[in-house]
């Protein structure tokens, strides 16, 4: 019988189903909620020290529809704006209500090792079970050189990571990659070269979601004005799967928690099969609320049995193997049509296979 338990880097998730970092896991009454509903992990909002100052602005989420549609959203919010002493106790009070569940915590900060490790080591003191490096926020505080900004740069990622996992106690560490970036396996590879067990991708896509028809202003507006936002839900489903099937095919074997557009069973399952290990998901709770969970596990099950597979990692990669260059394909495809145009030929061996009269028929010229 199937199951959805599965081991990532020594932790036992009883589904793989996580929780992305963002409002849906802003404090401990909403990750124990979370929980609550079935949800394998949670990664907590990601915190910096206290001292590092953090205003939000709202409105801060804008929507594209197609119809009536949602199909991708954008949100300008910053990392969490209270104080990392609110987080400790937080993390203690989620785990001690939901001891047997994954708890991540998200940490970002500047460029300075003893900012990063205070951090590091004060969230696994506080019960954090792993941690995952925000490298990847695409519009807070660039001009620090925090998030995206230092994830687009491999020699810093290795080196916060390599920071990181010496404060960490033995704890999982994984690195959250920026979309926004060439090729996402340079950093995915300097988090390996940093000791990291693993990687988290997608991060949200810098993005303007367009232009408010009524008031022709970028949205979201705030006082006239917008900024980049990072993008996220259903669109970008496409442009997830590409990366996390690089970052899986270049570094066989490196735990991946795969997000971008996670909203169904099958998207779960479409992320598996390209070799995430564990599955997140941010904006679909905010959009369906925590009870999406159920159908989640649900047809991930169906979709298992249906095609044999025992456990989560008897399907992750399943079809990787199939993933090739468009000169492979014509190939390929130049084979298939020579095999085909071989089966068309008469050979001496099939005279009386058929009528007589039919195998004459198909030697006549027309």
């Known amino acids: 019988m199937a199951t959805l338990r599965v081991n990532v880097d020594g932790l036992d998730f009883p589904n793989p189903f996580v929780i992305g970092s ?6 401990a009454k909403i990750m124990c909620k979370a929980f609550a509903a079935g949800w394998g992990g949670v990664v907590a909002k990601t915190t910096a020290l206290t001292d590092t100052e953090v205003v939000n602005v709202q409105p801060r989420y804008g929507k594209l529809k197609l119809d009536k549609t949602t199909v991708g959203f954008e949100n300008i919010e910053l990392i969490s ?4 002493e609110d987080w400790e106790r937080w993390y203690r009070e989620t785990k001690d209500a939901y001891p047997d569940r994954i708890l991540i915590g998200s940490i970002m900060e500047s ?5 990063w490790q205070e ?4 969230c696994i003191e506080a019960g954090c079970d792993a941690l995952e490096l925000n490298f990847s926020c695409p519009h807070g505080h660039p001009e620090k050189g925090m998030g995206a900004a230092m994830g687009q740069d491999p020699e810093r990622v ?8 010496e404060a960490a106690g033995g704890a999982p560490v994984w690195s959250k990659m920026t979309p926004n970036i060439t090729d996402i396996t340079v950093p995915a ?9 693993g990687v988290a991708a997608i991060n949200t896509i810098l993005s303007c979601v367009g232009i408010n028809p009524r008031t022709l202003k970028p949205m979201p507006t705030v006082q006239g004005h917008s900024t980049y936002g990072g993008y996220s839900y259903t669109a970008v489903k496409p442009i997830a799967l590409r990366m996390v099937s690089e970052i899986a095919r270049a570094l066989p074997g490196f735990s991946i928690s795969g997000i971008g557009g996670v909203t169904t069973s099958w998207d779960a399952a479409e992320f598996i099969m390209l070799g995430a290990n564990t599955v997140q998901s941010c904006t679909g709770p905010m959009l369906h609320g925590f009870g999406m969970v159920t159908e989640l596990q649900e047809g991930l099950l169906a979709v298992m049995e249906k095609h044999g597979f025992d456990t989560i990692e008897d399907m992750r990669g399943h079809a990787i193997p199939a993933l090739t260059t468009h000169h492979h394909l014509v190939e390929l495809q130049q084979e298939a049509r020579a095999r085909k145009e071989e089966k068309k030929r008469f050979r001496d061996k099939e005279w009386g296979e058929k009528d007589i009269k039919d195998a004459a028929a198909k030697l006549v010229s027309d």
């Open 22 to 27: 963002g409002p849906p896991s802003t404090n």
């Open 189 to 197: 590879a300097a988090a390996q070269r940093g000791g990291a067990q």
């Open 119 to 122: 951090l590091a080591g004060r």
């Open 111 to 115: 460029f300075d090792k003893g900012r």
């Open 158 to 165: 290795e080196t916060v990571t390599r920071w990181v996992v």
């Open 81 to 84: 704006d209270a104080t990392f």
